[in-house]
């Protein structure tokens, strides 16, 4: 059944979706997430890696059940794969044995679309996004732009009224990623889209204050909205302009402000060396933005975004490295500003031993897990500790991805503030040629 008009395409209520877990308590990575999608709109999704970004994508696409709260799809409650929905993925997920025209094609013959009007909406799909004269070329002659085009028209030939999009251009340079958002954008703006509303998802700032009528922007551990924000900007949009990059400032602040305190976290787990996933961060990447951050021009505080493309680096590249030196004290965040604290500044200025007798100081005092590891370590006759029980102890508390980027973090800090060794072969931690206070 058709709805009116004025039924919001898609609605998302309460939903919450959890994985069981072995232990007693669940993963939950969508806790009481609302979303409404209006026809003609664009709206993005900003998060962390992790946020459940995609976990909600598919929600939407009607290809995962949520755990609780319902999608309300055209007006009624979606059971399965949702008609006129079609999805776009950060990789391109081309058959390589197909022509661009037959891998265009897929979705309507699982339509049965017949034949030849099969060829003529190919084909009109395949001209609309820029790829005419390659219907007949195999994705492996392609350049990863003209793949993503490829992936594009063939959500496009349903002629869908919602287009999902998952990191649709995190995969491609910077370069054929921009051409190929704004040349989206163009077409969109133009109404040359068979479709009624896009939802996105990126880590990228830019480009949701680029192409989005709204931000939404994620909070981890439990995955929700956070934050709403209106982009009441015209299409095309200058990236240069004054309130463009007001904006993204703005953005940039509210994804760096301290997340709330998430409700669901046992209050015994919060304090626990095992609850917090930590992010894959190397010394040297923490010691290059210390550095970058002492010298000129920013003398100790640099705007984000500013700091950013000055390291040409994504927010989202960006962010973890700030927090992780949040983290150790080494700096501090603020709305959108990112500031060496003293202990920071004495890093910089340190030689080579004095800086991992810093951060040694700052794991051992701030970060729970490299204390709990090293502790395990000085207790045992034989220094050594298998990495299994830390991870099994990680995953009760995080996916096995967090778990295990939280293992590798901790691993190379561990290594270069000489705190404890680890054994590749043995999957061991020790102390051997550590120095150990006793
Ligand atoms: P990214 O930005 O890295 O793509 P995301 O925001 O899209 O992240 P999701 O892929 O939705 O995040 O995953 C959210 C969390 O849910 C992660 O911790 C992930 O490990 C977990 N997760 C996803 N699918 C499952 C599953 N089938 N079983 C258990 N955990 C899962
Ligand atoms: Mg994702």
Redesign the pocket.
């Known amino acids: 059944m058709d709805a009116s008009p004025t039924t919001p395409l898609l609605q998302v209520k309460a939903c919450r979706q959890a ?1 069981h877990k072995d232990s007693s308590a669940d ?1 939950v ?1 969508l806790e009481g997430v609302d979303l409404t999608l209006q026809s003609g709109e664009i709206v993005g999704l900003l ?10 994508l598919r929600i939407v696409a009607g290809l995962l059940a949520p755990t609780a709260g319902e999608v309300i799809w055209r007006g009624a409650p979606l059971r399965g794969p949702a008609p006129g929905v079609a999805m776009v993925f950060q990789s391109f997920a081309l058959f390589p044995w197909l022509t661009v025209q037959e891998n265009v094609e897929l979705g309507l013959e699982a339509q049965g679309v017949p034949r030849a009007e099969r060829d003529a909406r190919a084909e009109e799909a395949i001209d609309l996004i820029g790829l005419g004269g390659y219907d007949t070329a195999y994705p492996k002659e392609l350049s990863g732009g003209m793949r993503q085009r490829v992936g594009l028209a063939r959500a496009l030939v349903v002629h869908p009224d919602l287009l999902l999009m ?2 649709p251009f995190s995969a491609l340079d910077v370069l054929t990623a921009e051409t190929l958002r704004t040349d989206l954008i163009d077409l969109w703006a133009d109404g040359r889209l068979p479709i009624k509303s896009i939802l996105m ?1 990126t ?1 990228n700032i830019e480009e949701a204050v680029l192409m989005c009528d709204r931000i939404l922007v ?1 909070a981890s551990n439990p ?1 929700r909205v956070a934050q709403e924000i209106r982009v009441p900007f015209q299409h095309p949009r200058n990236r240069l302009e004054p309130a463009f990059r007001q904006l993204v400032d703005d953005v940039y602040a509210v994804m760096t402000r301290r997340t709330p305190v998430s409700p669901p976290t046992p209050v015994a787990a919060a304090d626990a060396p095992f609850a917090a996933p930590l992010h894959h961060v190397s010394s040297n990447l923490l010691a290059g933005l210390m550095e970058a951050l002492a010298g000129p021009p920013y003398e100790g505080r640099a705007d984000l975004p500013a700091l950013a493309s000055s390291l040409q680096l994504e927010a989202d590249e960006l962010l973890p490295i700030g927090e992780t030196l949040q983290l150790l004290r080494f700096a501090d965040l603020e709305e959108g500003d990112i500031r060496l604290t003293e202990t920071g500044r004495q890093y910089v200025h340190a030689e080579t031993e004095g800086r991992k007798k810093l951060f040694a100081a700052a794991l051992l005092a701030h970060v729970k897990l490299a204390a709990a590891i090293r502790r395990t370590l000085d207790e045992r006759w034989n220094h050594r500790a298998s990495a299994v029980r830390f991870r099994d102890e990680l995953e009760d508390h ?5 778990a295990e980027e939280t293992l590798h973090a901790i691993i190379g800090w561990g290594r270069y503030a000489e705190l404890f060794s680890f054994d590749e072969e043995a999957q061991q931690f020790n102390l051997e040629d550590i120095e150990t206070a006793a």
């Open positions: 994985y993963l990575v998060g962390r890696s992790g946020s459940g970004k995609s976990t909600l998952d990191e998802v880590h994620f995955g995080m996916s096995p991805d967090y």
